[in-house]
Every structure is written in C-alpha cells, then in structure tokens.
C-alpha cells in the first residue's frame, strides 16, 4: 500500500495569511503514461463529509475558490491555501489513487 | 446535479451485522465505481472497499476482508454495506463516494455498544 504523510498535524494561521500543507507519498503517484500525478486533496469541515478540492495533483473542482492551489508531482505535494477565510478553517487530507487501496494521509487541522 | 443520501444511524450490539445503504441520484450509477470510506471518531479516513455496479465485482481493503460485503443495485441505484461480526473499533461515521471521491454521502453513524 502506498503511505501517505501529512505535515504538519495541525497550524494555526491568521485571516489573510497564507496555509502550506505537505504530503509525501512512499512511492511516486505519477503515471508516466499520461504525465498525472494522481494525487487529490480533500476538505473536511466539522459534521460534514469530505469534499474534493484539487484533482491530478493541482486542478482544482469546479466552483472551488483560486485561493487554494496544488503543487507537486511524483511523491511530494503541497496545498497551498492562499488569503486565509474563516470558511477554510478545516482538516485537509491528501489522497492517492494511482492504485489499490486509495489512503489518505492522516489530516492536517487548520485553524485561525 | 449528483446526490448521494444515506440511510439513518444504527446501533448494533457486538458480534451482530449492519447493512447500510446510499442511494444515487444524478449520476450514471452502473458506469462507474462507488467506493465507502470509514471514519472513526476524531480519526481520518479509511477506505473499505468498492464496488463496480455493472458486474458486482468488488474489491475490499484487507483490513475488512472477510467481514464486509458491498453491493449495487441497478434497478434502484442503491450501494449497499454490510459489516458482520462487529466489534467496538467498527464505532464510526461511514460515507459512500463515487469512482473520484468527488462527490460523498453525509455519512451513516454505525455504533457498535
């Protein structure tokens, strides 16, 4: 299985300033084939499912605000959140799905 | 637009099975896979398994293996969950979400007490 690893656990950031999240991959995530990393990263806010914010490692979802941008290719990534909201205030997961079983890695809180 | 809606909360005793379900709307249910996904309280989450609704195939995490079976049916475009022989550590919020994870369920609590 592929390890997913998240850092920090958890950082406080200012309403304006800026959130860096890291995630590393025990094995590259990139298809060379197609040149995708396939890479997702997710929102989770308090009582709600999960939600799809970038796909192929820096596409973002539709209707998902520019302020939050990914980097990244083979097995270290990054999500960028951009003029930090109080509405970002979440736990942001890294996800894989290059192969079986899809991990996640373990979350990264952010908070104000 | 695509929704995916959960069945209600289940206490079960230990040692007893849970069958939930997630019924789909606005999306080609039999063409794509459908996956669930666990999430134990204050935990992350972990994938259980999917399914291929065309087939039935199914693909489970070893984790789960050998208690947990996943279903489709067509006719209704509902995907199914059943989780046997339950044991405390399977106390937790589980969501059904398409081949992407890009659109979830709200997520069933299944308690086990």
């Known amino acids: 299985d592929i390890v997913m690893t998240q850092s920090p656990d958890s950082l406080a950031v200012s309403l304006g300033e800026r959130a860096t999240i890291n995630c590393k991959a025990s094995?590259?995530?990139?298809?060379?084939?197609?040149?995708?990393?396939?890479l997702s990263w997710l929102q989770q806010k308090p009582g709600q499912p999960p939600k799809l914010l970038i796909y192929?490692?820096?596409t973002r979802e539709s209707g998902v605000p520019d302020r939050f941008s990914g980097a990244g290719s083979g097995t270290d990534f990054t999500l960028t959140v951009s003029n930090l909201q109080a509405e970002d205030v979440a736990v942001y997961y890294c996800q894989q799905h290059y192969n079986t079983p899809p991990t996640f890695g373990g979350g990264t809180k952010v908070e104000i | 637009e695509v929704q995916l809606v959960q069945s209600g909360a289940e206490v079960k005793k230990p040692g007893t099975a849970v069958k939930i379900s997630c019924k789909v709307s606005?999306?080609?249910?039999?063409?794509?896979?459908m996956h669930w996904v666990q999430q134990a309280p204050g935990k992350g989450l972990e994938w259980v398994g999917f399914v291929d609704p065309e087939d039935g195939e199914t693909t489970y995490a070893e984790k789960f293996q050998g208690r947990v079976t996943i279903t489709a049916d067509t006719s209704t475009n509902t995907l199914y969950m059943e989780l046997s022989s339950l044991r405390s550590e399977d106390t937790a919020i589980y969501f059904c979400?398409?081949?992407?994870?890009?659109?979830w369920g709200q997520g069933t609590l299944v308690t086990v007490s």
């Open positions: 192929w490692a820096s």
């Open positions: 606005g999306h080609s249910f039999s063409d794509h896979y």
């Open positions: 094995q590259s995530v990139l298809d060379s084939s197609n040149n995708k990393n396939y």
């Open positions: 979400a398409t081949i992407d994870f890009d659109h």
